[in-house]
Antibody
């Protein structure tokens, strides 16, 4: 069974970078697509981007200048970096898997709450 | 960006009742639509993909339909374990976008 687990700091200061890791078991990240989604207080969901089986990436244009998704295939992990964060980046961050290859997510991590505050 | 307008934002229903949630896409997305359920304190779970296909392990009381650019999720007989929030997501083009969510409660 595919399992995903997010990890990273729960508190980030404004203007700093948010860095999260998604550790995957039960499926190789060299197959299909692996993404990041966040849910804001108030329940709005935002697709942030994904990294593909080949390492190519696609990002939400609203974040394009600040976001980077990378991977370490030897550890079966992928990563999110979001630069220059503000309080508006406070959200629960989920990593997720698209194992059907149709750009929706059939497996999700449990989520990690990240607060941006000084 | 494709806008997904989901309604209602909240819904109170009784056990065994039929529940319907809709999403209106701002342009043609074909069948590139998914529905997710999120129970309190849990991560989202895929319910429906390709607008009408039931994901593995999802009870048959859930169903999806499409009429043009309007998409519906139907729960045929509401059960207590169905309480939570529901989201649609278009998978047609970048950026993928979600509906605003529907919070389903028991009456």
């Amino acid at each position: 069974e595919v399992q995903l687990q997010e990890s990273g700091p729960g508190l980030v200061k404004p203007s700093q970078s948010l860095s999260l890791t998604c550790s995957v078991t039960g499926y190789s990240i060299t197959s299909n697509y692996w993404g990041w989604i966040r849910k804001f207080p108030g329940n709005k969901m935002e697709w942030m981007g994904y990294i593909s089986y080949s390492g190519s990436t696609s990002y939400n244009p609203s974040l394009k200048s600040r976001i980077s998704i990378t991977r370490d295939t030897s550890k079966n992990q992928f990563f999110l970096q979001l630069n220059s964060v503000t309080t508006e980046d406070t959200a629960t961050y989920y990593c997720a898997a698209d194992t059907m290859g149709i750009t929706l997510f059939d497996y999700w991590g449990q989520g990690v709450m990240v607060t941006v505050s000084s | 960006d494709i806008q997904m307008t989901q309604s209602p934002a909240s819904l109170s229903a009784s056990l065994e009742e039929i529940v319907t949630i809709t999403c209106q896409a701002s342009q043609d997305i074909g069948n590139w639509l998914a529905w997710y359920q999120q129970k309190p304190g849990k991560s989202p779970q895929l319910l429906i993909y390709d607008a009408t296909s039931l994901a593995d392990g999802v009870p048959s009381r859930f169903s999806g339909s499409r009429s043009g650019t309007q998409y519906s999720l139907k729960i045929s007989r509401l059960q207590v374990e169905d309480i939570g929030s529901y989201y649609c997501q278009q998978a047609h083009s970048n950026p993928r976008t979600f509906g605003g969510g529907t919070k389903l409660e028991l009456k």
